[in-house]
Structure formats: C-alpha cells, structure tokens
C-alpha cells in the first residue's frame, strides 16, 4: 500500500522559509514523477513544482519560480519543497503527489497517489 506522509508546514512571516518533505513508503519511486499541489481556500488546486526523480529534471510554477525547489532523495524516498521569499499568497494546503505524467505535470488527473497535505500560513 502506497503512502505518502506530508511534513514541514507551519506559520511564517512574509520572507521566510520553510522546507517541506513528503516521505514515501509502499513504493519507491525512483523513476517517476512526484509533485507538490496546493490549494488555497477558495481557490482549485494549483501545481506547484515537480519532478522527474530519474533524472532531476525540474518543472515549476511561474508563481514560485526563483523561490521555491524542488527536489528528491532516491536513498530516503522522500520529496522536498524548500519555499523561500515566502508571500501571503502562498498560503495554503500543500499536498504531495505522485505517480504524475512529467508532460502534463500540471494535471492532479494525472497523479496516482496523494498525501493528505501540509497546511502552510504566510503573514505580512
């Protein structure tokens, strides 16, 4: 059985960071495409970054870019998120995914296997 563990969130001031992790257990996902989703209240899910753990290959918002990476310990199978620069509007449930299509990395459809997210507060 697959499962997929978010830690990492909590409340910061505008400009901090916080580093999200996502551990991974039931599978490894060595060569796949696992992602971080979030969803403000009000608002659809967005994708926020991905990646490709085989080769690294990452793939971000436009929102985040230059902010937030991504990135993926194969030994540990675990996913992070660092967010730095944080603003208000990042404020939401950060949710892991795995188990994507890295063309459509986007997509929550294409997404096999969800945690059951991180609550991440901003404060100006």
């Known amino acids: 059985q697959v499962q997929l563990v978010e830690s990492g969130g909590g409340s910061v001031q505008a400009g901090g960071s916080l580093r999200l992790s996502c551990a991974a257990s039931?599978?490894?996902?060595?060569?796949?495409?696992m992602g971080w989703f979030r969803q403000a209240p009000g608002k659809e899910r967005e994708g926020v970054a991905a990646?490709?753990?085989?080769?690294?290959?990452?793939y971000y918002a436009d929102s985040v870019k230059g902010r937030f990476t991504i990135s993926h310990d194969n030994a540990k199978n675990t996913l992070y998120l660092q967010m730095n620069s944080l603003k208000p509007e990042d404020t939401a449930m950060y949710y892991c995914?795995?188990?994507?299509?890295?063309?459509?990395?986007?997509?929550?459809?294409?997404?096999?296997?969800w945690g059951q997210g991180t609550q991440v507060t901003v404060s100006s």
């Open positions: 995914a795995a188990g994507g299509t890295w063309i459509f990395w986007s997509r929550e459809d294409e997404y096999n296997y």
């Open positions: 039931g599978y490894t996902f060595s060569n796949a495409c």
């Open positions: 990646i490709y753990t085989g080769s690294g290959k990452a």
